[in-house]
């Protein structure tokens, strides 16, 4: 039998026979039959990558001569089969930390709510008071992927030819942080041949709209679907493709058009009016999806100077948010979800029930800061969170009355 139609070859060829790395091989390879092949020839620097699916020998090759002496000598290359342990095990690479991070104690604790309950969260505050610098870290705080998250975003990542390359599972969870100025389009996935945009690329990981009000407003009515759905639809004439991307939003923004509003150090120009129109461009779905509103404060000199030697680091973190994880999957083992920030109306009512003192405390809340049903709903969640972090059953006061200091763009004072 012709061994030629044994196997499945892949790969870019060159004018000098030499054989180049492709995008989407994990992909490919793991819809081969492996019934049907007798293995899989690759480029070398996508072996591992193809490697990971384990259910079909891997041969990496790095020229044709290559290929055409193994096809006629079938011993003369080592199969590359998957060792499913070191996959799972390669640990996580985050570049930075949070003990990196000066002061911002109130800061650092919200991202760690958010963390623990996969909420979205919106940071507010003055330019250089460090709201990208703590965005970024949030990745390594989240609990680790599992093998089937990240055996996701390796295909994703695969697919869009960002994989680095010879590099078998994705163990590090995606941080994306498009520019303001990126395309509708290339947020949520389109073109011709339709390509994932950046809410797929940022699947299982965290999404970052830096200068959330100077995002045009496509792109902010576009993000609806895959904050609803964690997928998106791409229409093309002949199908529909679903992308996956459930992913954890962060968004920053000044807390005014100059920046200074909430800073004691400058002083804010910003007329009432010009301060409303300025948040009214970030109202509407987007903000529905948020949970936790932190505000950022600039540092003071003090904090600059001394900083903060005893800072958690980010594993001190982490510890917390999967302990706080594990007693999620478990409340939620058969609804179908993994978060508290996942629960419907109804769950909401069943897992989050208060005492009277509880009860009584968010009336306050709501009376005093007119707070709205569904930022009512969003305190409850959080405070479950909080809850859960502490280890506690039962949501208590204090938990309580820590959520309801995450939701600043409720407080009516916002514009003075
Ligand atoms: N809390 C902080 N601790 C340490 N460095 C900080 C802090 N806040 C800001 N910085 C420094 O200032 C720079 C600008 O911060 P950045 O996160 O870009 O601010 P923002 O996004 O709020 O405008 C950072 O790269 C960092 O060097
Ligand atoms: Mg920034
Ligand atoms: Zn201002």
Redesign the pocket.
């Known amino acids: 039998m012709n061994r030629f139609s044994q196997y499945v070859i892949l790969g870019e060829l060159s004018l000098n026979g030499d054989i180049k790395p492709i995008k989407g091989v994990l992909a490919i390879a793991l819809s081969i039959p492996p019934d049907q092949y007798a293995g899989l020839i690759v480029p070398q620097n996508n072996a591992k990558e193809a490697a990971i699916t384990g259910h079909i020998p891997v041969y990496p090759v790095q020229n044709l001569c290559q290929v055409v002496y193994f096809l006629n000598n079938p011993a003369a290359l080592p199969a590359i089969i998957a060792d499913k342990t070191t996959l799972s095990s390669s640990p996580p690479c985050y570049d930075a930390d949070f003990s990196?991070?000066?002061?911002?104690v109130f800061v650092k604790r919200g991202l760690e709510v958010a963390a623990a309950g996969s909420h979205n969260v919106l940071l507010i505050?003055p330019?250089?008071?460090?709201?990208?610098?703590l965005a970024k870290r949030l990745p390594a705080i989240l609990p680790d992927m599992t093998q089937q998250e990240a055996l996701e975003a390796t295909k994703i990542h695969s697919i869009a030819g960002i994989l680095k390359t010879n590099n078998g599972l994705m163990a590090t969870r995606p941080f994306r942080a498009p520019h303001h100025t990126t395309s509708a389009p290339a947020i949520v996935g389109g073109g011709t041949y339709p390509k994932p945009g950046e809410v797929t690329l940022a699947h299982n990981g965290v999404l970052f709209l830096d200068e959330l009000p100077e995002f045009n407003r496509e792109v902010l009515e576009a993000m609806r679907q895959p904050l609803e759905d964690h997928h998106v639809l791409i229409s093309r004439a002949n199908k529909t493709l679903q992308f996956p991307s459930r992913f954890l939003l962060a968004c920053?923004m000044n807390p005014c058009c100059c920046g200074f509003l909430s800073d004691p150090q400058h002083r804010c120009t910003c007329s009432t009016h010009q301060i409303r129109k300025y948040l009214s461009k970030i109202s509407g779905p987007l903000l529905d999806r948020i949970d936790l509103h932190l505000e950022?404060p600039a540092?003071s000199s003090t904090e600059i100077m001394i900083g903060n030697p005893q800072a958690e680091s980010s594993p001190c973190i982490k510890k917390r948010t999967v302990q706080a994880r594990e007693i999620q999957q478990e409340r939620f083992r058969d609804t179908g979800i993994c978060a508290n920030a996942y629960m419907n109306h109804r769950q909401i009512k069943y897992y989050c029930s208060l005492d009277g003192e509880g009860k009584k405390l968010i009336r306050m809340a709501i009376d005093e800061l007119s707070l709205s049903a569904r930022a009512y709903d969003k305190i409850l969640k959080v405070a479950r969170t909080i809850a859960d972090l502490a280890k506690s059953p039962k949501i208590q006061t204090n938990h309580l009355a820590e959520a309801i200091q995450y939701r600043s763009l409720d407080r009516q004072n916002w514009c003075r």
Do not use: A, F, H, I
Not at 100 to 104: R, S, T, Y
Not at 127 to 133: E, F, L, Y
């Open positions: 990196d991070v000066k002061g911002q505050g330019p250089g008071s460090g709201k990208s610098m920053s950022v540092l």
